[in-house]
């Protein structure tokens, strides 16, 4: 028996021993994921002792250091461990932009300090994060944004106004990018931790087409930050904040296999040929896509991976993500459409649905990433 | 899915070998112009035999390289950028597939491995692929068998030396069960060849075999059972064709990000146009996804694991639908001088066309991935 033998069989033996039944039955809801945080409120104490013993562990984050609250894992482990989660349907414990997001920043960018004060946390769900970068003004033309960060001595004083914040209204903490100087577009903006509880900080839901509403405007008042709480050098943030985006678009990338690789015509039922025929032609793609997800991984791994290839990646995954449920309500007919009622599961399909239709929005366009993929690999010019 | 250093190394002599001697220019042109009626140079695959390609998937112990399917699709890719024309697809990698393990093999191998043989397949009986639709007869008559029917889409069948025929000795078209492979000398008397020239300038041969007679050892395998090497022969040259449509798809867009880099139009170099650059971007997710997945094929294959058969479909599919957007782009894209003979984009989009057939067009394939899924 390999080394990597003996891992897999004691993380079965242990993930059957600690994942709870509840943990290992599909999530039926927007609220069946556990964010974490202060004002978490738990759908069951499953749900709860489900992330306390994997924060313990570390495998919220099985490859981040185990300095740091990870697991400590090597690449081949983590697989294992995901492998094996996926074996007994396992619920994620923690969904988390501390994890997916601003984790892998701080790995790279943060100080010794800010990694140990914030990783573990992270780690074991008790910050909940939200993304301030989006402005009225500044979308994809990210870097036009104008929310100010004056120098007050031993700290910063935050004024302006962030949109699209997802969960701003239930996120403890923000990492918000701000502007320290105007003397360049690029060169003048810097990478902010702060509470969302300081004073001066509010937010006000924004309605989605889903009838769901995870996100806000955020309004930030002469907002005192700490100076230690910035992330890698002032007026840096632009490489922090680039960094970061590479994961983001990663992490929603992977929304393109719908978090399955079987295919989507063996879950549909009956259906008229042209539609099948439509449905079949969609499971090729989201099959080979998911062997390029794979190649991907294990080429970022190896260090292979260009640098623009999460935008490639996340134009791809997003769009077929929003074919998906384009199919999944053609294959719904007239019971996809209902929106309230219970044998729709509260109108599910067509929630999800339109929910998708911003995943080729946030984090950057499709249009946006095509750009980047023209300017950086195939080196067009003028891009 | 990173390749070896091995696969690295084989892939790096194998590029520029086919970009100078498989190029365009002095192959594919060249016998097309002067009216060749094989379609490939025979000098060209004797070079192939030299580098040790004709036998890449023939194990060692039968003089061959002993490599796998991931070393196939590398040469292949590289066959498709440049368009060469040889047998290589069909010989060495789907012929080979086929008689491995057999009688035949040892019978064949040799000259296959030297560069002087050529092998055939012919399965298809009607205008599309359909395997399991086989009519011709195969009747016992002493200790042999004798043929009849007809066979079409034979590639490089007038240039064979040895057809491998699937034929019924039982059941009824469409079951897979009672079919039977057979190794049938090209020149064989009965069996007539109607060498046909595709769009792509390559030759694929019409079949009619009035009562070939052929010796009981002809058999590739088991009577009634063909089904098993014929399975082997067509997984292999499923996913070969998809890594060769891999290849067409990256030399058309090569070949059209060039021309984007330098036509100017309207003042502006035509690559300025965000509306291009998009398409072009587009363009270059959809070769990666069908690399990935031609690749993930070809590696299943040679781990011989269970799911090889769903993404053979997989990547035959992606890879036939992405050349052939690739290739209408490259036209598009080149305007006018696209569309003329002088120039090679078009020559990609025929290639595309004749390979996208051959092994089962994406529809083919993305019907098999319903079936394999279970609707
Ligand atoms: C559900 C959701 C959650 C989000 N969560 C967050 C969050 O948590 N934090 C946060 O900071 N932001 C968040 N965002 C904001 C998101 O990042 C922006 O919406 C996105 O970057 C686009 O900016 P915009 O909405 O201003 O559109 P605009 O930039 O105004 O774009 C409008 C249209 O013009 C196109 N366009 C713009 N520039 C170009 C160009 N150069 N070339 C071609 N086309 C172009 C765009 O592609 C788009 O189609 C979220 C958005 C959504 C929808
Ligand atoms: C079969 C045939 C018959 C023809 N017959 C005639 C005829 O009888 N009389 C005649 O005068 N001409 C004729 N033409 C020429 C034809 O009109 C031109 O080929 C056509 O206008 C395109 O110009 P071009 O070939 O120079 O391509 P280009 O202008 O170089 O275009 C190359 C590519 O760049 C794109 N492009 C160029 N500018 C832009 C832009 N601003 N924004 C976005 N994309 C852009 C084009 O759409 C194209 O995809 C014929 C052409 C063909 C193929």
New binding site residues.
Partial sequence: MTDLDAFRAETRAWLEANCPAEMRTPMRTEKDACWGGRHFEFQSEAQKQWLTVMGERGWTVPDWPASYGGGGLSAAEAKVLKEEMAAIGARPPLTSFGISMLGPALLKFGTEEQKKDYLPQIARGEIRW?????EPGA???LAGLQTKAEDGGDHYVVKGQ?V???YADEADWIFCLVRTSTETKHGGISFLLFDMESPGVSTKPILLISGNSP?CETFFDDVKVPKDQLVGEENKGWDVAKYLLGHEREMISGMGLGGERQALGASVGEVEPLLRAEIAAFDVDVLAFAAMSERFIDQLKAGEAHPAMPSLMKYAGTELNKRRHELIMAAGGSDALEWDSERSRGGKSARDWLRTK?NS?????S??QL?IVAKHILRLPGA | MTLTDDQRMLHDSVAPFMADEGSIKTQLRHWRDIGCKDGFGHGLWKQFAELGLTGILIPEAQGGAGLGMVEAGLVLEEVGRNLTPSPFLTTAVAAVRALEGSAQADRWFPGIVAGEMVAALAIDEGRSHDPAKVSLAATRSGNGFTLNGAKQFVVHGASADVVLVAARTAGAPGETDGITLFAVERDASGLQVDNVALADSSKAARLTFENVSVDADAVVGEVDDGWTPLSRALRSGRAGAASELVGVAAGASDMTLDYLKQRKQFGKLIGEY?VLQHRAAHLFGEIEIARAAALKAAQLLDAGDPRADLFVSVAKAKAGRTSALAVQEGVQMHGGIGMTDEHDIGLYMKREAVLSEMFGSHRFHAAEVARLSGY
């Fill in positions: 939200c993304q301030g970068y989006s979308g994809s033309d962030k699209w914040t997802s996100f911003a929005i946030e984090g950057g366009t249009e946006i750009g | 965000q």
